[in-house]
């Protein structure tokens, strides 16, 4: 198994919920590590592990990385897709190597699967992080480059630097989806990865979800999880609970009919996304209305 192959970087297989990374088959449905530290994220990631995950996803934001190493130490590193994104003020070339330096170190591997930024930085020319995320990624350090909560604004502009960008993670739920920004990565063979695909909880009591589960034996959580995958996306759902961690990739022996996939979605263009704002106390706010100019201005 190389992890470096040169071939069609992913595809996804949406009947059988399954994606094909360089190659290599994993489960369409990723494992989200946020919020958990300590033991108890390697607990969860471990469970996770045992469960069948092969996609994980972290951030430097989340303060997990040794946590994560401990429940992977002594497994086969190929068998695992990690992902993990650089913080909004780390995004200068200088300060990404060292971001980069200091995650690999702390999950214990030489490389990351996937790289994102976690949250765009107008303030940072993207063609100085972007050139300096190639580089790394010439150097083997990552396979992946990919950008998270962005606009197709952010997009359109990111492009043009012409560095290959694999993944693009935002938010997506029945409660909210972007429907513009899905297309748009379709169209420019992107994949998306969906954080929050649950909605914190929030799909477990919605009425639509749960009656179409009853047809199908299932959870409104886990036809939510379906509707993301048939959407061509990887789901990052999180749990610390075994059942939940069980029963959120026990998706793959059923298929949401076309009339069921849109009456979710119809639900889901009318909702409305989490929104990073100033007074969350983070020292930024989201840049997701900004017009194309505004987006990494020069």
């Given at each position: 198994?190389?992890?470096f192959?040169d071939?069609k970087?992913v ?11 360089d190659g290599?088959?994993?489960p369409?449905?990723?494992?989200g590590?946020y ?5 108890i ?6 469970l ?5 995950y ?5 951030a ?11 429940a992977l130490?002594?497994?086969?590193r190929r068998?695992f ?6 913080w909004?003020d780390?995004q ?7 971001d ?8 214990e ?5 996937a790289?994102?930024?976690?949250w ?9 992080t ?9 150097h083997?350090k990552i396979?992946h480059i990919?950008?998270?909560n ?10 043009e630097?012409g ?8 938010e ?8 513009e920004?899905?297309?748009f ?7 998306v990865?969906?954080?929050?695909p649950?909605n914190l909880?929030g799909?477990?009591e ?7 589960g009853k047809?199908?034996?299932?959870t409104?959580?886990?036809v ?6 048939q959407h ?10 075994e059942?939940?961690?069980?029963e ?10 076309e009339?069921e ?22 020292g930024?706010?989201?840049e997701?209305?900004?017009t ?7």
């Amino acid at each position: 198994m190389n992890a470096f192959a040169d071939s069609k970087p992913v595809e996804v297989d949406t009947k059988n919920c399954a994606c094909r990374i360089d190659g290599v088959e994993y489960p369409m449905i990723g494992f989200g590590t946020y919020p958990f530290t300590g033991k108890i994220c390697t607990k969860a990631v471990g469970l996770a592990v045992a469960t069948g995950y092969r996609i994980f996803d972290t951030a430097t934001y989340y303060e997990n990385f040794k946590s994560i190493a401990k429940a992977l130490k002594g497994q086969d590193r190929r068998h695992f897709y990690i992902i993990s994104k650089v913080w909004h003020d780390m995004q200068s070339p200088e300060d990404l190597r060292k971001d980069l330096d200091s995650t690999l170190k702390q999950l214990e591997t030489e490389y990351l699967d996937a790289y994102l930024l976690h949250w765009p930085n107008s303030k940072i020319p993207i063609e100085k992080t972007l050139n300096a995320m190639e580089e790394l990624r010439q150097h083997k350090k990552i396979r992946h480059i990919g950008l998270s909560n962005v606009s197709v604004n952010h997009l359109k502009k990111a492009l043009e630097i012409g560095i290959p960008i694999t993944w693009v993670q935002v938010e997506m739920h029945p409660h909210f989806y972007d429907k513009e920004l899905l297309d748009f990565c379709r169209e420019h063979a992107m994949l998306v990865q969906a954080w929050r695909p649950l909605n914190l909880g929030g799909m477990s009591e919605e009425k639509i979800l749960s009656q179409i589960g009853k047809k199908y034996g299932k959870t409104a959580c886990q036809v939510a999880l379906r509707w993301s995958t048939q959407h061509g996306c990887i789901p990052l759902p999180g749990s610390k609970d075994e059942t939940h961690i069980q029963e959120n990739i026990n998706i793959r022996d059923f298929i949401l009919s076309e009339e069921e996939v849109q009456k979710i979605d119809q639900g889901a263009l009318t909702g409305a996304r989490f929104r990073l704002k100033e007074e969350h106390g983070l020292g930024f706010a989201d840049e997701l209305d900004f017009t194309y100019e505004e987006c990494w201005p020069h």
